[in-house]
């Protein structure tokens, strides 16, 4: 596994070939990123690509210690393989300035099979334009409202100001096994949280809560195994935009 030499990027396979693309990257994001800064994940979804994936950290030592770190774990149920990329990514090439264009490769198609396709990518738009027409007779731009209750992009209805404030002032709950998790992504979803915390000694289980995405919580064996797995992952960003917040559960 070692023997190619250490680079920015590292190929991982052995992954579960029923996760659906986008999944699987928000999933690698969320447990490579506590190795550094992650500049992009390529996972294709072709026949000779699926279950694999290409992760491409900023630095060198990022790479090499989510390789040691994660050889193994269990990823959607099966053991990740890990090992360096056999060549720099595109980025990483770019960076470098050692990036050369690859030659395209032209597809031959047959006359016949060509004008029939560009036939049918007029009917579609024509058919676009008609359904369009039909949708909006006046031709008038559609105006999009914002929700009266949401208060508009950067503004918070006295409701959300007054959570913001109670939120900000509410006292450090003592240790106990339950772990409260603030601030997480719209995308965050069970088995995204179990991968982050099962690295962590005495993990239970994970509990979102319904209709708020926001939010969660992790429990633990005892308070000393969940104060581990707090101070470990506190600002832990999920996605670049969200630092996660962890405290103790109000008992």
Avoid at 2 to 15: A, E, F, G, K
Avoid at 116 to 137: C, M
């Amino acid at each position: 596994m070692m023997d190619i030499r250490p680079n920015h990027t590292i190929y991982v396979n052995n992954l579960n070939e029923k996760i659906k693309k986008e999944e699987l990257k928000k999933s690698l994001y969320a447990i490579f990123s506590q190795f550094g800064e992650i500049l992009d994940i390529v996972a294709l979804k072709s026949l000779k690509m699926r279950g694999q994936a290409f992760v491409i950290f900023k630095e060198i030592g990022s790479a090499t210690n989510a390789l040691r770190s994660m050889q193994g774990f269990p990823f959607y149920d099966k053991p990740m393989r890990i090992q360096y990329s056999k060549s720099d990514s595109d980025v990483i090439a770019k960076m470098k300035g050692t990036f050369s264009e690859r030659p395209k490769k032209v597809k031959r198609v047959a006359p016949a099979v060509e004008e029939a396709s560009v036939d049918t990518k007029k009917a579609k738009r024509k058919a676009a334009k008609e359904q369009a027409r039909q949708l909006n007779p006046g031709g008038a731009t559609p105006v999009v409202q914002p929700v009266a209750h949401v208060g508009g992009y950067g503004q918070a209805t006295a409701m959300q100001q007054a959570a913001s404030h109670v939120s900000t002032t509410v006292p450090e709950q003592p240790p106990n096994q339950i772990l409260f998790l603030t601030n997480l992504p719209d995308e965050t979803n069970e088995m995204m949280l179990s991968m982050l915390f099962n690295q962590f000694p005495g993990f239970k289980e994970v509990r979102l809560v319904p209709n708020r995405h926001d939010i969660a919580f992790v429990e633990f064996e005892n308070e000393l195994q969940s104060g581990a797995a707090k101070d470990a992952l506190q600002g832990f960003k999920i996605t670049p935009s969200h630092a996660m917040k962890i405290s103790f559960a109000k008992k």
